[in-house]
């Protein structure tokens, strides 16, 4: 049975960092791209960024470039989300996400497995 465990989130001031894991289980982690996705109150759940199987591309949504990076390590089935220079409007709960393909995704549609949310909330 595949599982995804999110941790690390927490609170921090604007402009603080903090550093996301989703740890897999149930597969061979390395052969699937992974994704990040958040979702705030009332809102749609939107596409954070992705990582392709192995690690060989990254591609981030436009509101995160330049500001957050995905990263994975497959000898702990983990993949991580650093977040620099956070913004109050980075405040929602982080899902990761696997999807049955080496190539990375951008919609929820195409992710097959979801882990269980961790809230970050920063603060002005």
């Known amino acids: 049975q595949v599982q995804l465990v999110e941790s690390g989130g927490g609170l921090v001031q604007a402009g603080g960092s903090l550093r996301l894991s989703c740890a897999a289980s149930?597969?061979?982690?390395?052969?699937?791209?992974m994704g990040w996705f958040r979702q705030a109150p009332g809102k749609e759940r939107e596409f954070v960024g992705t990582i392709s199987a192995y690690g060989a591309r990254t591609y981030n949504a436009d509101s995160v470039k330049g500001r957050f990076t995905i990263s994975r390590d497959s000898a702990k089935n983990t993949v991580y989300l650093q977040m620099n220079s956070l913004k109050p409007e980075d405040t929602a709960v982080y899902y990761c996400?696997?999807?049955?393909?080496?190539?990375?995704?951008?919609?929820?549609?195409?992710?097959?497995?979801w882990g269980q949310g961790t809230q970050v909330t920063v603060s002005s």
């Open positions: 149930g597969l061979t982690f390395s052969s699937y791209a």
């Open positions: 996400a696997l999807t049955d393909s080496a190539y990375g995704r951008t919609s929820k549609q195409q992710y097959n497995y």
